[in-house]
């Protein structure tokens, strides 16, 4: 497996691999605002390969406060849910973070479905938002903090 930097040819692997987590980490109307985010919000995005296959992704993003960063919108392929990809990236994506000069905090918008998952690396629930991301799915916001 390698983990490298998204370049523009990786949209259409990403985006399969957005689509296999349709509908039960993301709803289908947060396609577009995926689109977007690679086209215009990305500050680290890293996709993760097995053997020239996609097999998950996930970003980090400069927060306008000085000195937080939040993980954005990581997903595994989901024939490789449960298999340690995922906690592999988000390790990933935290050590990247944190060789930053000015990190302080990190923090995740998830949803209800996710933030189990997160609490395995520390970060903690600060706050939550019903139907935030979609009907149904709600955000769940959380900090790791240095």
Not at 5 to 26: H, I, Q, W
Not at 84 to 110: N, P, Y
Request: net charge negative; charged share 30%; aromatic share 18%.
């Amino acid at each position: 497996m390698i983990i490298r930097a998204f370049e523009k040819e990786d949209t259409t692997g990403v985006m399969e691999l957005f689509d296999s987590n349709c509908p039960k980490y993301f709803a289908h109307d947060e396609r577009e605002d995926f689109i977007l985010y690679l086209k215009e919000s990305i500050d680290y995005y890293y996709v993760m390969l097995e053997e020239d296959q996609y097999i998950a992704c996930g970003g980090v993003n400069r927060a306008k406060e000085k000195g937080k960063y939040c993980l954005s919108w990581g997903m595994v392929d989901s024939k490789y849910h449960g298999k340690g990809i995922g906690t592999a990236l988000v390790r990933h994506r935290i050590q990247e973070a944190k060789k930053l000069s000015d990190f302080q905090e990190m923090f995740v918008r998830t949803s209800q479905f996710a933030f189990p998952f997160y609490e395995k690396f520390g970060f903690e629930l600060k706050s939550t938002e019903k139907d935030f991301w979609a009907k149904g799915y709600d955000m769940y916001y959380m900090v790791l903090e240095k």
